[in-house]
């Protein structure tokens, strides 16, 4: 990307010193979590308000220049990664919290702000988000993403949670998309249509936020199972007479083995599900904690902790939310990549087997998890940086799994979004629908420069 005097005289014109040239906040926005290569931008804007936004899409537009809009780093598929020599609209600035409605249930908030610190201001009001994809993650990058997690089996994700959005387009139009009203006819849902778009239709400003109270009362359980096949059964088993758990958690024996030499654990080394179970009571949750054990005890599991304060809940949770830490800890020197599908729980099972299969194939290892409620499953693939025998091997295995979700009538990416690496499924998953979004995606952003590449863009 060409960085004339004029385009810089013109960045600097309109945003000042909120524009970085400077090399350490180059290398900061030029990788993700995700990926293992970078890609620098020529510039960073450091954003602090929605005209700023404005501004910069406007001397993008002028000279032609990509603009990627960022908000934690978070992304695991390269989603934010800029184009090189582009434009980094950096929006973690933009975290205000405002119009809170606890009749409503609502909250406004910047794109920039935290997850964490949402629900921190929000607990002494009695309300939550519920949206939790495990890292600390933007609002912003949330909905960018419609991100999910491990409360999704009960409360939904993003599109669920999200109530509108103010989105600046890159022809400079700011519109308000979706309403406060719990329902609508009215048009055609443009906002659901721009979560998920990870910045390539446009960028988001601000958002109003579906908030829910917090429940009255909550038990925890951890349960055991012989094999992976149980304890698929279980979690299935359980959906299917009507608990509807906060969350459902599942990962096999290699993780809690991980896990227990990682914060020095003793939990039984076994396949494992974490359940997480609300009521309008204690008693009404102590039922809900019943019937668990009946499902356990009928697939041929056991429950091996129970919790009901909030602290020894949150002792209880530690194995499963410590997994990610301890599985890199456990491969010392070894790179990691993340494989993401989602499937209709009718093929969870299969879907299972499947993907152990495909590992014994391809000589690997890779501890699975997943948010087994809603079908989510998790490969942690790992390897040594420089063994490209095993990273082909992985890309393979990784590849065959992605196919298998399709076939089955789920999704190559449950939550991590598509960003760069996903993009070669999208013609196999949606078939010519890929070229209607093509068509919309050259509405909103004709000169292409809204996160270019991604999502539907050409493969190289």
């Known amino acids: ?92 600035a933009l975290d205000s919290i405002s119009d809170l409605d606890p009749v409503g249930f609502t909250v406004r908030v910047g794109p920039g702000v935290r997850r964490v610190a949402l629900n921190r201001r929000l607990r002494p009001h009695g309300l939550f988000f519920p949206v939790d994809p495990g890292a600390d993650a933007t609002l912003g990058g949330m909905a960018a993403t419609n991100a999910s997690g491990t409360t999704t ?126 009521g309008r009571d204690t008693a009404d949750a102590e039922a809900g904690l019943s019937l668990l054990r009946e499902v356990a005890t009928d697939t041929g599991g056991q429950v091996v902790g129970e919790a009901r304060t909030p602290e020894a809940q949150g002792n209880l949770w ?8 301890a599985l890199r800890a456990a491969w010392p020197g070894h790179a990691t990549r993340i494989g993401d599908i989602c499937v209709p729980l009718s093929a969870l099972a299969e ?11 391809h000589s690997l290892t890779a501890p699975l998890v997943g948010h087994i409620g809603d079908g989510n499953l998790h490969l942690l693939m790992h390897a040594p940086p420089e063994d490209a025998g095993a990273w082909a091997r992985i890309d393979h295995a990784l590849h065959d799994i992605a196919l298998y979700a399709l076939s089955v009538g789920g999704t190559c990416t449950g939550e991590h979004g598509v960003g760069l690496r996903k993009r070669v499924y999208m013609r196999e998953e949606h078939g010519e629908a890929l070229d209607l979004m093509r068509d919309i995606k050259t509405l909103f952003d004709p000169q292409n420069l809204l996160n270019p590449g991604k999502v539907v863009g050409e493969l190289d």
């Open 318 to 325: 530690a194995a499963r939310h410590g997994v990610y830490d």
């Open 153 to 278: 089996v009960r409360y939904g994700g993003m599109r669920e949670n999200v109530m509108t959005l103010r989105v600046a387009l890159m022809d400079g139009r700011v519109l308000d998309l979706g309403s406060l009203a719990r329902k609508s006819s009215s048009g055609y849902a443009l906002k659901q249509l721009l979560i998920g778009s990870e910045g390539t239709l446009g960028v988001i400003t601000s958002l109003t936020l579906r908030l829910h109270p917090l429940p009255p009362a909550t038990v925890s359980a951890q349960l055991a199972f012989p094999d992976l096949a149980a304890a698929v059964s279980a979690s299935v088993a359980l959906r299917g007479l009507g608990l509807t758990p906060e969350r459902l958690e599942f990962v096999d024996a290699d993780t809690v083995a991980a896990v227990n030499r990682h914060r020095a654990r003793h939990d039984p080394e076994l396949p494992t599900l974490w359940v997480e179970l609300a």
């Open 351 to 361: 879907t299972v087997a499947f993907m152990t299969r495909t590992l014994a194939q």
């Open 1 to 92: 990307m060409s960085w004339t005097a004029a385009l810089q005289e013109a960045l600097k014109d309109g945003l000042g010193q909120r524009v970085s040239l400077a090399s350490g906040d180059l290398a900061g926005h030029a990788h993700d979590e995700g990926v293992p290569f970078t890609s620098t931008p020529g510039a960073v804007v450091f954003a602090q308000s929605e005209a700023d936004i404005v501004a910069t899409l406007a001397v993008a537009r002028e000279f032609g220049i990509p603009v990627t809009p960022w908000g934690a780093g978070t992304s695991l598929e390269g989603a934010v990664l800029p184009a090189p020599g582009g434009i980094s609209l950096d929006l973690g």
